[in-house]
């Protein structure tokens, strides 16, 4: 499936290069599992197939004894022509996953196959064919299969299910996974689609925790890209889905612990958003999110140190570097005094992102402040110029009153150098 050719990616001009900075893995298996092919015939059914290899991800992360790649690194391979090797050593692992789906009205139809990233052998392979009904039991058998041909004891299932509560039928299940789907391209259109699909489900499904817990997240969206003329409300109605999804499944609170963290970073309760936030990460160690949402959160609290390590430990289960942990990684090595890095981190962030200007916007105001703060005011002059191109309709003074930090300190340094820099 995976053909030879390079993936090229260049070093910024200062000559510090992060891009290939990696963090030591654990001494355990370590496995990406890859976006599943579509054979359905049908491109409407994408958000199905991506949805086989999100619910494995998910199965995998539970276990303590593996390395998972997060999504958001395994799919940005999506369409690349590279081989198995090229794929594995950039994720740092030792196994791919590949996998296709075919499904009709009654049955589904899956084909997993094992890839050693060491020399591209096919290792393991497997094909099930099953009734639609059975889909969470499959789902079930192939996480275990996985895990037994890895030789590995798998602690997070009891008797064949997974911890987390599932939906009640079926209708509800590919509901929250076109949500999912929708939600993870974080445009405005889709993120309303999003909030569509997951408010449907949870009619059919009062109880789908997983379902409640999402679209809290898409609510955050909502305040978070100004969609809603009224924050407010919207967080308090994110927050009753997280307390619901807490009611729901007393015994494992990770999914409402995660959602109540972002919600209390929002309204800059910098305290209980770092609480929730380690309690996120001790249920979910394995997974990206939980270590970048604590680092999200101790970031404005200017706890910069151990918000560096949690985006490490992020970047590390996420090693095809998703800008947004860039950004605050960027922005807590700047609070840390490491310019260096943050130079070349927003650089990277600026090469990444020439069609979203949100994220081109940020990162050149990252670079004007910390080029000014280095002492090279000439850059911090062409980095606020840059910005200005890039968004003319910018403002220092909207920025700085949006910004997430509380007063004084390194908020104070941050928006002083830029206006040396000539922002307004």
């Known amino acids: 499936m995976w053909q030879s050719t390079f993936y090229k990616i260049q070093s910024p001009d200062n000559g510090v290069d992060l891009r290939k900075a990696t963090f030591p893995l654990a001494d355990k298996p370590s496995i990406a599992v890859m976006p599943f092919e579509n054979m359905t015939g049908d491109p409407q059914q994408q958000y199905f197939c991506d949805g086989m290899a999100e619910q494995l991800i998910t199965s995998l992360s539970q276990g303590p004894y593996i390395y998972v790649t997060a999504r958001t690194s395994s799919f940005a391979y999506r369409d690349k022509s590279m081989t198995a090797q090229q794929i594995a050593s950039e994720l740092g692992v ?13 049955r589904v139809r899956i084909h997993v196959q094992m ?13 099930y064919d099953r009734k639609y009904e059975d889909l969470f039991a499959l789902q079930d058998q192939i996480t275990m299969e996985v895990m037994s041909f890895l030789n590995l004891k798998f602690t997070g299932y009891t008797s064949g299910t997974l911890t987390f509560l599932r939906p009640s039928n079926l209708r509800a299940y590919e509901l929250f996974l076109k949500g999912l789907y929708y939600h993870l391209g974080r445009r405005p259109q889709e993120v309303r689609l999003a909030r569509q699909a997951l408010e449907e489900a949870i009619n059919l499904d009062p109880n789908f925790v997983r379902a409640h817990s999402w679209l809290g997240h898409v609510l955050l969206d909502e305040v978070m890209y100004r969609m809603t003329k009224s924050p407010g409300k919207v967080l308090d109605e994110a927050e009753q889905l997280a307390q619901k999804a807490l009611s729901l499944q007393p015994e494992n609170k990770r999914y409402g612990y995660c959602l109540l963290s972002a919600i209390s970073r929002l309204r800059k309760d910098y305290d209980e958003a770092i609480l929730f936030g380690k309690k996120c990460v001790e249920a979910i160690p394995n997974s990206s999110g939980p270590h970048f949402m604590l680092g999200q959160a101790l970031l404005p609290a200017e706890r910069f140190e151990e918000a560096i390590s949690s985006l490490e430990i992020a970047l590390q289960l996420a090693p095809f570097r998703p800008i947004n942990y860039l950004l605050i990684l960027a922005l807590a090595s700047l609070g840390n005094k490491q310019y260096d890095i943050a130079i070349a981190l927003f650089t990277e962030i600026t090469e990444r992102s020439q069609k979203n200007i949100p994220y081109l916007s940020f990162a050149y105001l990252g670079l004007t402040a910390a080029y000014e703060l280095n002492g090279n005011h000439e850059k911090a002059n062409w980095a606020a110029e840059s910005l200005m191109r890039t968004n003319p309709k910018f403002s220092l003074v909207i920025t700085e009153k949006q910004s997430m930090f509380k007063e004084g300190g390194f908020k104070k340094t941050f928006y002083d150098a830029t206006r040396r820099a000539g922002l307004k």
């Open 94 to 106: 030792r196994y791919l996953m590949e996998g296709s789906v075919q499904r009709d009205a009654e």
């Open 115 to 127: 890839i050693d990233g060491r020399n591209g052998n096919h290792i393991w392979a497997e094909r």
